[in-house]
């Protein structure tokens, strides 16, 4: 107990010999210290930038739809030079077509001497492609067993 008492005796002791010049720390709301003022300024929101502004442009006048499409002389011009594009392309053509049939002629490549037998008409020509294809097939006559049915056949000319 008497512990005790000498405590709480020696620390109202020292409490009364405390200078009362102490002061308290500086409230808050002065100003951030100086670890504070370093991270104000990196923080981006606070950085002071010049006022940008956004340039200023006119906006181009846009042309009438008539002053878009071609004029008359324009039109004339291409549908000139269209009907003059076919024409060339055809003649083209028809020259092409003409060089390719008498290169292909084949009277070109029978010999001069050669004459032909113009007495002979040519084979009636009987039904058409599908008339053969799906027709009845023609009954041939039969070919003759022996010679001497083979003779007795009219001379062919």
Known sequence: ???????????????IALPATSSAQAPAGDG?????QMM?????????????????????????????????QEKQRVIEKKNGFVDEVSQTAKNSWKRTRETLNPMKYIP????????TTPKAKQGGFFQ???GPRDQTPAKPSS??????????R
Do not use: H
């Open 40 to 72: 104000n300024g990196l923080n981006p929101a606070n950085w002071k930038l010049p006022k940008m502004q956004m340039p200023k442009m006119k906006m181009p006048q846009m042309p009438k739809f008539g002053q878009m499409l071609p004029n008359q």
């Open 147 to 156: 010679p001497s049915e083979f003779l007795r056949q009219e001379a062919i």
């Open 32 to 36: 951030p210290g100086p670890f504070g």
């Open 112 to 119: 001069a001497g050669f004459k032909q037998n113009r007495t």
């Open 1 to 15: 107990m008497k512990s005790i008492s000498l405590k709480i005796v020696l620390l109202a002791t020292f409490l």
């Open 132 to 134: 053969n294809l799906f």
